[in-house]
């Protein structure tokens, strides 16, 4: 795999390994949409494990390597479904259930804690041959919040679904686990509950300055959250996010994760797109579409897009990142803080995990 | 004021009125952004009251005069605001409360009731000089959720906030009425509830095939949701949506009302969206943020964007319309059901009101 120069964001074909030089000399021509039925499109998969601040200073080897190994896996899952011709929700779905899983990442088993000290999960996916989406906000009881939007998108009429409406759904439809609040306690989460809680007490309450508030917003620790695009054999994009939001979030706060067009969108004709970081700001931007749009209106390429998309949201004061895939695929993984815990990897099967700025 | 000719969709400008014509003058010069500090721009107010079947044969005299009355005073009350050189947002939230107030739309008031009998509404309200937004979703004692909407993007850190916790912020701010859930009782919509209860028991449970699922969707009675979008002398941009969601809604379903993008959008650099429909296609699409991007980045009038916009919606099987308004003071108002109460008012301060297909 070669790597291109000039900054910190990758753009990459997902070349390399036998047969994959073809399969790219056709899903390379230009004009989207261009492929023929039964054509075979190089496949690629990226993952993001959140954004923020992530230091080689303040990171032990230890702790790198185990998110160095759990990036590798996820990769890996998504890469065992997509050589095998699998579905681009497959693959995505495969891997952030894995990292739902993990303590590392505040999604699923890692989530931080609201400032009532319990758990509030949001996910959202969506498939871009058919526009359709699905999306969780405020669960409290699924193991995987990313497994139960995909059964909104496939099994209801709806997109989005909040609380306990979207637990009584997961419950009549089967399919998803549940499990007691309390599988979502960890220590390390807990431990940054309490010195929130001890933060909180030495600041004035919320009715403050918009500078204030801003403060209030900014020294939230950000990363954590987990998305994964693909594009599959077929040539479908897809994306999905999961998250377990702020730490110390209130009233009911819905960050972007949930929300299609600001932390997910995927569409055939562009690009698919998960995002991470000061979630208010993505909402904002409309980030994820946001992206799709510069490529599908303004003609720019996948890395142009998804950077401007991020330096816009970085002029209004938020901070974040995001990996992209389009249609040929191309993947960016652009990011504005000093770090993102992120891989790609694409037919030839080697995992590239990064965690810095490179 | 002139009206062109080809197609339901309207396109002016807000001409007429002692000085607008230098006022526009300046204003239509191309070029985005081109305004000078101080220089005065047009204004103008557009609203809607909801898309679906609304048909002239289906419609007493009484109610249709009731509908026009009650828009005319929504036009006006915004237009007030506007003529004083007042800010785009306090036309829009002046406006909407006053139609979340008369039960004749699905908002506040007149909101539609749940499957469990209950009222949940959503609203959301976007500031395009600032981007900065707000959004609520499944309140239920809120008088004016439009109010507590723009609460949460003036006085808090977030965008969006649900269910209890949006009500726990407006009792901590203070500034929002609250009502008794029964304030939102209507006999007109517990009979809608009446009749799609009895619809229900002759159907099949929700898991059922993915045609029964979208038959299930679009005999919806969708019309009801209300909006406004403006352009203030300063050339400020605003945006504002409110609704009761689907009747006999479930699941903590949340339409695209609440989620900036997709019901909601504002962008001093393009223009001010607010929609009505099939809230489901609406996130898909993420049709008002797709508005925008159509303008800012494929360079297309407010027109072409707008119908673009609602034709992609249409492809992907919903319906539904929407009111926009760009920066110079042009506006549309496409929609592809039958018809969509909305209105205009400009400069001169004549009201314009639709409901069918003219």
């Known amino acids: 795999m070669s790597r291109k120069r000039g900054g910190g964001e990758s753009r990459r074909r997902f070349l390399g390994g036998v047969g994959a030089a073809a399969l790219v000399a056709s899903a390379s021509a230009k004009g989207l949409g261009a492929q023929k039925q039964g054509e075979l499109y190089p496949f690629g998969f990226v993952i993001h494990g959140g ?6 200073g303040k990171m032990t080897p230890e702790r790198e390597r185990a998110y160095r190994e759990k990036l590798t896996e996820a990769l890996l899952a998504g890469y065992e479904v997509l050589k095998k011709g699998g579905a681009s929700l497959d693959a995505v779905v495969a891997a952030i259930t894995l990292m739902e899983d993990s303590p590392l990442f505040n999604a699923g088993k890692g989530a931080v804690f609201t400032s009532a000290g319990t758990n509030e999960l949001d996910a959202s996916i969506m498939d871009g041959k058919t526009l359709k989406a699905g999306a969780v906000a405020g669960v409290k009881r699924i193991k995987n919040p990313i497994t139960l939007a995909r059964l909104v998108m496939e099994q209801s009429p709806h997109v989005m679904m909040v609380g306990d409406g ?7 439809q089967g399919g998803v686990t549940f499990v007691d609040p ?7 989460r807990w431990q940054q509950l ?7 007490k030495k600041k004035k309450p919320l009715k403050t300055s918009a500078l204030e508030r801003d403060g209030l917003l900014l020294d939230e620790k950000k990363f954590g959250t987990v998305g994964a695009v693909c594009l599959d054999k077929a040539g479908n994009l897809s994306a999905g996010t999961s998250t377990g939001g702020m730490t110390y979030k209130r009233f009911g706060r819905v960050g972007d994760s ?16 998960s995002c991470t970081g000061d979630g208010e700001y993505f909402i904002r931007s409309v980030v994820a579409h946001d992206i799709a749009a510069r490529m599908l209106y303004g003609g720019k390429s996948l890395k142009e897009a998804a950077a401007g998309a991020v330096e816009k949201v970085g002029k209004l004061g938020g901070g974040g990142g995001l990996v992209a895939i389009d249609h040929a695929g191309n993947f960016a993984m652009p990011f504005n ?4 815990y992120r891989g790609s990897i694409g ?3 080697k995992p590239n995990v990064q965690i810095y700025k490179e």
Chains 1, 2 share one sequence.
Do not use: L, W
Request: charge should be negative; proline fraction near 4%; aromatic fraction near 10%.
């Open 182 to 188: 309390k599988y979502f306690f960890t220590e390390e």
């Open 337 to 340: 803080t000093s770090g993102m």
């Open 166 to 172: 979207a637990e009584a759904f997961a419950k009549q």
């Open 347 to 349: 037919p030839e099967g």
């Open 194 to 200: 309490e010195r929130r809680r001890e933060e909180e």
């Open 51 to 56: 954004a923020g601040t992530i230091e080689r």
């Open 258 to 273: 949930p929300v299609i067009g600001a932390g997910t969108y995927a569409d055939n004709q562009s690009c698919a797109v």
